[in-house]
């Protein structure tokens, strides 16, 4: 391979991936992977609520605001 052939090629893995949910343009910085090949990506607000049964980043938090506020 020359010089030429190596700079051309663009070594850049960054996809962009904004958040999926229709009408939604925040960043999809929430990964699900769906099979090896097709990730669905949500930002933090879109993001599934259950995931393999495990609960979305930040749920434990977000549940702590709602009794938060049903407690005012
Ligand atoms: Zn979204």
Redesign the pocket.
Known sequence: MSDEVRSARTDSVLVEHY???KG???W?CYGFEESRTVTHW?????QPRLYRGLPRHGEARLAAAEIADMLR
């Open positions: 958040c999926e949910h939604c343009k925040e999809g949500f930002c933090s607000d879109h």
